[in-house]
């Protein structure tokens, strides 16, 4: 079993759609999670960050995390345009070593 | 906003030759990480490095790999003997102490090995 999976996707919403993503994985040691975006030949940059279980709310992005079935989401409300983007998830045990997950592409067609 | 710059930004390199990948951290930064990407893979931790030395690598991080921080700016990457998967994304990060939600990332290094 992969350490963290993530369905590559790719996934195509209408603007205004909501947009979930989700990740499993496998180490119950991973106490950090992360969500990041990433454009075509960037870096990945840092959308939404959780410590253990619970959820998050910034602006229209909303993250969730499920310990006890090793399940994390991010939920993009209002989606635009501008979403469009590959989404990593990523973890970690301690606060440093990050584990990505292969990254769902999204396209929020206008 | 301060950032993580890279260089060169695409290399393309004999099979075999030595490369070295630059990075200029954030300038108050003291943890800096590299990573990579095959094309259509996973972000994959290859190392971090702190106080000057090695905190963690991971098992891609072989003797053909070594990290340096030559000067009180510059954080390298040198591969000795390149090979052909090694081609891939590379991308430095820094961060200004532990903490996940502090890394920042570079926008990358593509080095394609032929």
């Known amino acids: 079993q992969k350490e963290v999976e993530q369905d590559p996707g790719p996934l195509s919403v209408p603007e205004g759609a909501i947009v979930s993503l989700n990740c499993t994985y496998s180490?119950?040691?991973?106490?950090?999670f992360m969500w990041y975006r990433q454009y075509s030949r960037k870096g990945p940059e840092l959308l939404m960050y959780?410590?253990?279980?619970g959820n998050k709310e910034d602006g229209r992005f909303t993250a969730q995390v499920d310990k006890s079935s090793k399940y994390i989401s991010l939920f993009i409300r209002d989606s635009q345009p501008s979403d469009s983007a590959t989404y990593l998830c990523a973890m970690s045990r301690n606060d440093y070593k990050l584990s990505f997950g292969a990254g769902t592409t999204v396209t929020v067609r206008a | 906003e301060p950032e993580v710059t890279q260089t060169p930004s695409h290399q393309v390199t004999q099979m075999g030759q030595e490369v070295i990948l630059r990075c200029v951290p954030i300038s108050n930064h003291l943890y800096f990480y590299w990573y990579r990407q095959i094309l259509g893979q996973k972000v994959e931790f290859l190392v971090s490095f702190y106080n000057n030395e090695i905190s963690e690598k991971s098992e891609i991080f072989d003797d053909q790999f070594s990290v340096e921080r030559p000067d009180g700016s510059n954080f390298t990457l040198k591969i000795r003997s390149t090979k052909l998967e090694d081609s891939a994304m590379y991308f430095c990060?820094?961060?200004?102490?532990?903490?996940?939600?502090?890394?920042?990332f570079g926008e990358g290094s593509w080095l394609t090995v032929v």
């Open positions: 180490n119950s040691a991973f106490q950090y």
């Open positions: 990060a820094s961060s200004a102490g532990t903490g996940v939600n502090t890394i920042y």
């Open positions: 959780t410590y253990s279980s």
